[in-house]
Structure formats: C-alpha cells, structure tokens
C-alpha cells in the first residue's frame, strides 16, 4: 500500500453488455461521502479491480475474505450524506437565523415605542397652554389625552396618584408614567416607567430633590367599528 492510498466504499460491480462483468469496480470516496449533504455531492467512479485492495475495515490494512462483509454506513461507522457535521451546520445556520430575525424584531419593536413615546411628547407638550396659572402649591392639569401633576414643592420620591389627591377614577389612567425632573441626567431627567410596578418600587426616590410634572395617560372606551382613536 502506498501513501496515496485512498478509502473508499465499495458500491458495485460494473457490467458490460449484457451483464457481465468488466473487471471494474464502482466506488464512493470515503471522505467525500462523509461530509456530503446529499447523494449529488457522492461522485461514483470505476477503478479497474486490480486497483482496489479489499479491507477489513477503515482503520485496517488486512484483506478479506470473500464470506466477510462489513457495511460502514450500516453499523454507524459512516454517517449517511446530510447527517454529522453538515446536520450540525445546517442547526447552527438554523438557530443563528432565528436568533438574527427576533434581534432584528426587538430592534424594530423599541424603536416603535422610542417613536411613539417622542410623538407623545410633542403633544402632550403642545398641549400644554404657555400661560400657566402661577402656582406655589402642587396642581393637575387633564387635556383629551393626559393628566398631569405639576409639582411646584421639590420631592425626592417619584409621583403615585391615589384615590384622595387624584380628581379621576385611578381606573381611568394607563399603567405608563412619564415624570420629567429638574434633575441633571439622562436617567433622572425623563423617567419612562410603571406606576404599578411590583418589580420596582414605584415610589423610589430620586438623587435629590426636584420639581417638574408627572404624566399619566389616559384610557379610551374602545371605539366604533371602523374607527380609531387619533
């Protein structure tokens, strides 16, 4: 045996007319059949029988008899074209995929809410009237979309409406709460959260004292058929 020796997989006999044999041998390279993904990527080809030295087995160099058969594929030893390592890539290609698809969905989705929360703002700030009453004490202010609490005292604790200070039905206002501080920061400035939270305190306190508004949005019956809230 010589060192460019290859292992291959005996796949038949070739024929001449008529069916006898020609002396060839058709076979599959061994390597080559394991890393195909399918059979197209199996390339056959005929080698004179003088050519091929029977083996016992991958790994041996001993020949066969002619009672001894040894099916590669069939005892595990040879994985069938488009399992192993490609069935491996092809799961790995798979996952990678979706993960690419949903990073790609919970982009577009934050950017959704990013647009909708700045539109929001623009008009709840655009509906705010320039001439404020002067105030020292702490006051609401309701339009069509938003009741604000205006907090003229300085606090350190975010803003919780309750049944007694609050003139609507706590029933009316959304979860969201957007509390705009007096406080330096990108975090203290604009807060964006839940006034119902159980996971965060919603009346956690803030670096410092401060003064600003605290925004609630308000709930809508749902409206007709065919229409919608604008």
């Known amino acids: 045996m010589g060192q460019r020796t290859l292992h291959g997989i005996l796949m038949g006999y070739h024929q001449q007319a008529g069916g006898r044999w020609s002396g060839g041998l058709i076979v599959a390279d061994w390597e080559q059949f394991a890393n195909a993904r399918c059979m197209s990527e199996v390339h056959l080809r005929r080698f004179n029988s003088k050519e091929v030295n029977l083996v016992a087995d991958s790994d041996s160099s001993q020949p066969i008899d ?3 058969f040894y099916f590669p594929v069939a005892e595990m030893d040879l994985p069938q074209p488009g399992n192993g ?4 890539r092809h799961s790995l290609l798979i996952e990678k995929t979706k993960q690419k698809k949903k990073e790609t969905k919970d982009r577009e989705e934050a950017e959704r809410i990013a647009k909708e929360q700045e539109l929001a703002q623009d008009k709840w700030t655009a509906d705010i009237p320039e001439d404020l009453p002067v105030a020292e004490a ?5 339009n069509s979309s938003y009741l604000t609490r205006h907090h003229k005292n300085p606090r350190t604790n975010l ?3 309750s049944v007694d ?3 609507l039905p706590l029933t009316y206002l959304d979860i969201l709460r957007f509390t705009k501080t007096s406080l330096e920061g990108l975090q203290e400035g604009q807060v964006n959260d839940l006034w119902t939270s159980i996971d965060q305190d919603p009346n956690r306190e803030l670096s410092a004292p401060w003064t600003g508004e605290t925004r609630f949005t308000l709930l809508r019956p749902d409206p007709p058929p065919g229409y919608k809230w604008v």
Not at 85 to 88: A, D, I
Request: aromatic share 16%; with cysteine.
């Open 85 to 88: 390592v490609h069935q491996e």
């Open 159 to 161: 803003f919780v409406p």
């Open 66 to 68: 002619e009672n001894t």
């Open 165 to 167: 200070d609050c003139p």
């Open 138 to 142: 702490d006051f609401w202010i309701c």
